[in-house]
């Protein structure tokens, strides 16, 4: 896995929409905005402090970490008060504790003010804001967002290490089948266990507070906290032919199937597919010629 890929970075300030749309958003091209938030009174307004002042005895569902799934469909583990959580992440040690997919704006529209839909994102779901928050070394699983949606994430409190890996990379990522995760660390690829890894190439880049990142449909992702810190994510929907199909075929057919099997199958389930995982990216290995695998390369 290499992951020496430069991803583009602008001033939030000198791109305009019609810019950002062309070269980024239809191009499928990821991009990191810098400024981004202080666009915004959030990218002012926004620290713990400000944030319990306004919603700290609201009970929020946390996720956590250390109990392993292996399904897309996850509900929070528990329910705290939002200045409980807060306290946990602000704290320079390790927590298992983060919020995901939650939906701020919905449940305080009060907030929305201090970050609405930006402009360069406007579109069929530009109302959706989720936060997120996190812990120092808190990680995200890797994932692709299963509607592939763009996502533009804007890092309000704290620095996020992100990988990115283009989708063009897919079938060598040892996907599991039916869902939107793989099988890998990227912290610790293990190459010897997942020998595709060697023809993947991606961005690994850290995210500072007021940094946004654009990162189109289907776009892998690994996000770690390097320190309590939250971040409001705005989509577009996907806009190519073949991703409005994954989509859609993701979040029905595949979801259902693959939730009537783990109800039927459980463990056995798991196991298949994780074969299926690995065969597929391994069968795509030998299948692709020396000369494919650098044009590959060259092509990105
Ligand atoms: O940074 C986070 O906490 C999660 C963001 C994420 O994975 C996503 O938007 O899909």
Redesign the pocket.
């Known amino acids: 896995m290499n992951l020496t890929l430069q991803i583009d970075h602008v001033d939030a300030r000198d791109i305009t929409r019609e810019e950002f749309r062309k070269s980024y958003l239809l191009a499928s091209r990821p991009l990191i905005l810098h400024n981004f938030a202080s666009l915004f009174p959030a990218g002012h307004l926004w620290t713990f402090d400000y944030l319990n002042q306004k919603i700290g005895n609201h009970q929020i569902g946390v996720f956590d970490n250390s109990v392993k799934t292996n399904t897309a469909y996850v509900q929070p583990h528990l329910k705290m008060p939002f200045s409980t959580f807060t306290g946990i992440i602000q704290r320079d040690e390790e927590t298992p504790y983060?919020?995901?997919?939650f939906n701020m704006f919905r449940e305080f529209p009060e907030l929305r003010k201090d970050f609405p839909t930006p402009d360069i994102i406007k579109g069929p779901l530009g109302n959706i804001g989720?936060a997120?928050?996190?812990g120092k070394n808190?990680k995200?699983r890797f994932?692709?967002?299963i509607d592939c949606s763009s996502?533009l994430?804007t890092q309000i409190i704290g620095r996020?290490r992100?990988i990115l890996i283009p989708p063009l990379y897919n079938s060598l990522i040892y996907k599991v089948p039916y869902s939107s995760f793989s099988l890998i660390d990227p912290d610790a690829p293990d190459f010897e266990k997942f020998p595709a890894l060697r023809y993947v190439q991606g961005y690994d880049f850290i995210l500072h507070p007021g940094d946004a990142l654009f990162?189109p449909g289907c776009y892998w992702?690994f996000?770690t906290?390097l320190e309590g810190g939250m971040?409001v994510?705005y989509r577009s929907l996907a806009i190519k032919p073949a991703e409005i199909y994954k989509g859609i075929m993701n979040t029905t057919v595949r979801l259902i199937f693959d939730k009537m099997m783990n109800r039927l199958l459980g463990d056995r389930w798991m196991k298949r597919k994780r074969r299926i995982a690995i065969e597929n990216a391994n069968e795509m290995m030998e299948q692709i010629s020396k000369e494919e695998k650098d044009r590959m390369i060259l092509n990105y």
């Open positions: 983060r919020i995901f997919l989720f997120f928050f996190g808190t995200v994932h692709y967002d996502v994430m996020k992100i990162m992702h996000n906290y971040a994510s």
